[in-house]
């Protein structure tokens, strides 16, 4: 077991990622590097070749499948021969005199892709390694909560003062809460990881003992409302206070879909379990699991989200159309109020379609997507984009199918990893952050579909992270 100090720091960089504007500026993203860089050998030099070795053996799948992705990046950075600069032609409409170019049709842009995703690779190796053992595992969540209540309390205050501020020489307005994020969408899908991460402390704190009189429910109670339980649900309402306050349509949609989603997965797969190995305990464990779920949606979206305005958001929803419309005028000539359609969201996702049949195998380098869609923009659509709106579309027209299918393929081992603890576990907190875990990817998976988180370090780290916690279930396993 590596020492507390480099645990510590580790704790204090997921905390500190999301502060300078997600660490989504070149300079903040150089920052995160120098810091990830010293704690990674720091970390490096203090780990046994048997600590080593347990890692790769619990984690060797997703380890070596990261670091395929990170490898394409780079040999997109090779130099090749001239004749071969298929994507610089293509682009730039001729014909280069250079010797020797590399596939990437923005090799500075490219750099900052790799070393971003080298951060997040050593990010990912650093948390397997570090984490270890049971109570830094529950550690660990209670850092991600702290996190995001933090982001939460400087989104609803920022945004209840009302002012234009800056952070870091960057203009925000307060009319959405998104703390120190720059997008609102972006903010709140960080407050889904985070917010799955509490669900799942919460889930891994419950208690599967029955009542039979009114001392122990007293008891109960009062256990609940004196222990850290009534923190940890205190910052699970600061949370959804700041996810229903970014007026995100697909963050909230995403974070009460998924938390629905993986409530039914985890109560089918847990009745199954108990089925085989029937028990009083079990029985009473899925009941207060389901309570627990269904308490979450009533007091929070009825009750808390109706305090903070979660009516706007669903306003929001409503006014969205499946096709963009003409803007109608109301009384008086004033133009009435429209959302942007879901067609609208996606204008720059189906032309980029066509850069991923261009460059299917290895794309046009990662982080170009500014510099090739407008060789491919419609004249209908108008306006700079840096990104499109989906992730799944963005990745692959800068990676490649193959740089999509090296994600997509360790997403769905740790989906699987996170299934087979709910079908075999007999730990409440094996329960609870493979819970975590699952509700997390689903909701950034299903906002993925109309925004672009994956781009975010700080949402691509904490969505590392929750990728991990099988993982890290898995290796507490072994070691006991």
């Not at 490096?44 to 070795?53: I, L, N, R, V």
């Not at 984690?59 to 600069?85: F, R």
């Not at 974070?255 to 089918?268: C, D, H, N, P, Y």
């Not at 929070?300 to 009516?311: K, L, P, Q, S, T």
Request: contains cysteine.
């Amino acid at each position: 077991m590596v020492s507390r100090g480099p645990l510590w720091a580790l704790f204090a960089l997921i905390i500190y990622t999301p502060l300078p504007l997600a660490s989504n500026r070149p300079w903040a993203l150089v920052l995160l590097g120098l810091l990830t860089g010293c704690l990674f050998l720091w970390v490096m030099w203090k780990t046994d070749y048997q600590s080593a070795s347990l890692t790769w053996r619990i984690a060797g799948v997703p380890l070596l499948l990261l670091m395929l992705w990170t490898g394409l990046i780079g040999a997109q950075l090779i130099p090749l021969p001239g004749s071969w600069s298929h994507g610089v032609q293509m682009i730039f409409g001729q014909r280069t005199n250079m010797d020797y170019v590399a596939m990437s049709i923005d090799p500075y842009s490219t750099r900052l892709y790799f070393a971003k995703s080298c951060i997040l690779l050593a990010i990912f190796w650093l948390v397997v390694s570090l984490v270890d053992t049971r109570r830094r595992i529950i550690g660990l969540a209670k850092v991600v909560v702290v996190s995001g209540m933090m982001q939460a309390i400087i989104g609803v205050v920022l945004m209840a003062s009302g002012a234009t501020y800056q952070l870091f020489f960057v203009t925000l307005e307060a009319a959405r809460a998104h703390g120190t994020f720059v997008s609102p969408n972006q903010y709140a899908g960080y407050l889904e990881l985070t917010l799955a991460m509490g669900v799942g402390l919460m889930i891994a704190k419950l208690s599967g003992q029955s009542t039979v009189n009114w001392k122990q429910r007293l008891h109960g109670w009062l256990d609940v409302v004196l222990s850290e339980k009534a923190m940890l649900r205190l910052a699970l309402i600061i949370m959804v206070v700041g996810l229903v306050a970014s007026r995100s349509r697909g963050g909230n949609s995403a974070f009460f879909a998924s938390l629905l989603i993986t409530g039914t997965l985890a109560v089918i797969l847990m009745k199954q379990t108990v089925g085989k190995k029937a028990g009083a305990s079990s029985l009473t464990m899925i009941k207060t699991t389901m309570f627990f779920i269904v308490s979450l949606i009533v007091l929070d979206v009825a009750i808390i989200g109706g305090m903070v305005g979660v009516e706007k958001v669903v306003q929001r929803i409503e006014n969205t159309n499946l096709q963009a419309q003409v803007v109608e005028s109301g009384r008086g000539g004033q133009i009435l109020p429209k959302e942007q359609s879901f067609e609208e969201r996606g204008e720059a996702a189906m032309p980029a379609l066509n850069i991923v049949r261009d460059f299917p195998i290895f794309g046009t380098g990662g982080g170009t997507f500014h510099l090739a869609f407008p060789h491919y923009r419609p004249a209908e659509v108008q306006g700079y984009f840096d990104h499109t709106h989906n992730d799944y579309v963005e990745i692959a027209s800068e990676t490649g199918l193959a740089g999509l299918l090296l994600l997509s393929l360790a997403v769905l081992h740790s989906l699987w990893q996170s299934v087979k603890i709910f079908m075999h576990g007999d730990e409440q907190i094996a329960r609870g952050m493979a819970f975590a875990s699952v509700m997390g990817v689903v909701s950034l998976l299903m906002h993925g579909m109309v925004d672009f988180n994956f781009q975010n370090p700080a949402n691509a780290m904490l969505f590392l992270i929750i990728l991990s916690l099988p993982y890290l279930l898995n290796r507490c396993k072994i070691k006991t």
